[in-house]
């Protein structure tokens, strides 16, 4: 089982009163990126929220949204800040005095000013609100999850049949590879017929000759290793878990064997399967970046 690094999950809860509405949302990262966003109140469990995404979540770029609502009779208390007012008082005394004007601010006037009354939350029970926003999370969390698996699932399907086609490309490489050098051999021995218009050949040179033409366009190696890869980037897939970085290296690994047996190709078809080849490794490379 694979993962995409896109997903979404929304969960909301409503119970003891509280009530808490979580959506997640994800790209593609590197690494484990996550961003929260959430009223003032929860903040102190920000540390812990992180800790439980690294439960579902090894890479990728995610924001989390969380609002919440209280519905508890007693949610908010109003405060006097006899302070703050006896400051108004006195400014307004000393006023009054400056002018040589009555002070006539009565006390509906004075409780209205800036701050003389506030209203305040409750301390909250920690303990309760954790109960409910943690089983929200969770909800949202294996939503996200599943929505990244389904993705995840048909990457690996696409990446599969990519696989199969670079090794139609591989097989016909390898088929077409010996051919050339018998094509070459034939060549030379027509080439010398014609400039010596004898038919006494050193078979010994010619053979020489096509033995280095044969180790300049051989790539039995590269075909080889390209195969091998090949067969252990499907088996990855397979194998699944957390697998983007271990699919990165592979896709090098075969875009660098395509490359070496694109400049040794010596014909015009082998190079046209060479390219097609890195096209493929490149389409891999750009999907493997959306796998976790």
Request: contains cysteine; hydrophobic residues 35%; glycine residues 4%.
């Amino acid at each position: 089982m694979i993962k995409s690094m896109t997903g979404f999950g929304r969960a909301e809860l409503e119970e003891n009163d509280l009530k808490f509405t979580v959506e997640m949302k994800s790209v593609n990262h590197r690494y484990l990126d996550v961003g929260i966003k959430m009223p003032k109140k929860l903040n102190f469990f920000e540390s812990a929220i992180r800790n439980l995404l690294k439960e579902y979540i090894q890479r990728g770029k995610v924001d989390v949204f969380i609002t919440f609502e209280d519905f508890s009779k007693n949610n908010a208390t109003v405060c006097y800040h006899e302070d703050v007012a006896m400051e108004y008082k006195k400014y307004l005394d000393q006023m009054a005095e400056t002018f040589g004007l009555e002070n006539d601010v009565r006390l509906s006037v004075l409780s209205r000013y800036p701050d003389v009354f506030t209203l305040e939350d409750v301390e909250v029970d920690e303990t309760k609100i954790w109960q409910v926003l943690e089983k929200t999370i969770r909800k949202a969390a294996e939503m996200f999850v599943q929505t990244r698996i389904r993705e995840g699932e048909n990457l690996r399907t696409d990446l599969i049949e990519k696989l199969n086609g670079m090794l139609e490309h591989v097989d016909y490489i390898e088929k077409r590879s010996p051919e050339l050098v018998d094509e070459y051999k034939a060549k030379i021995h027509e080439k010398v017929k014609e400039l010596l218009s004898d038919s006494q050949i050193e078979e010994n040179r010619i053979l020489m000759e096509v033995t280095l033409f044969a180790d300049k366009i051989c790539v039995d190696e590269e075909t080889v290793r390209l195969r091998s890869h090949i067969e252990t980037t499907k088996q990855i897939l397979e194998d699944g878990g957390s697998i983007g970085r271990k699919l990165d290296f592979m896709a090098q690994e075969m875009n660098r064997e395509a490359n070496t047996t694109l400049s040794k190709a010596n014909n015009l078809d082998i190079s046209n399967h060479a390219i097609e080849l890195k096209t493929e490794i490149e389409k891999i490379r750009e999907q493997i970046q959306n796998i976790e």
